[in-house]
């Protein structure tokens, strides 16, 4: 129901919305199960964690610790499944600075992230748990 939501909030938004809007920098803050609809743009990413033998990993259909491509100036919503039997945190950071978190993620639970950027560029994330094994690179390109 809610990837279907998200779909039609999709379609809506890339008829009727304009590229550009304003972000409020406080909806990079967001955590836990919040969803803001108030901008039409949404990017939906799902990803889950995997563990492996050397550890935990992000994991999706792209691979392990997948780039995660996102869209400046529109409501990015990573998905965030943790089946394992630890909690975990999303964290994107630029050069240093969290710019986004999921929160606490519990053990077999789900979370979001939400992030926003408003230039292009490249950013990090990681685990707040297990940065060394569950990192990758963020794209922000422009929509
Ligand atoms: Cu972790």
């Not at 304003?22 to 990413?45: C, E, F, H, W, Y």
């Amino acid at each position: 129901m809610f990837s279907l939501t998200a779909i039609l909030l999709l379609l809506v938004g890339n008829i009727s919305i304009p590229s550009i809007q304003p972000i409020n920098a406080q909806r990079q803050g967001l955590v836990n199960n919040q969803t803001d609809t108030s901008q039409g743009m949404t990017k939906i990413i799902q990803i889950s964690v995997a563990q492996e033998e050397e550890g935990y990993r992000w994991s999706n259909i792209q691979g392990t610790n997948p780039p995660l491509r996102v869209l400046t100036n529109t409501n990015n919503t990573v998905q965030i499944q943790n089946p394992t039997n630890e909690k975990h945190e999303m964290i994107i950071e630029s050069k240093g600075n969290e710019v986004a978190s999921s929160g606490d993620i519990a053990r077999h639970s789900s979370g979001q992230l939400f992030f926003a950027p408003n230039w292009t560029g490249t950013f990090e994330y990681h685990c707040e748990y297990h940065p060394d094994t569950m990192k990758g690179t963020v794209l922000a390109n422009r929509q």
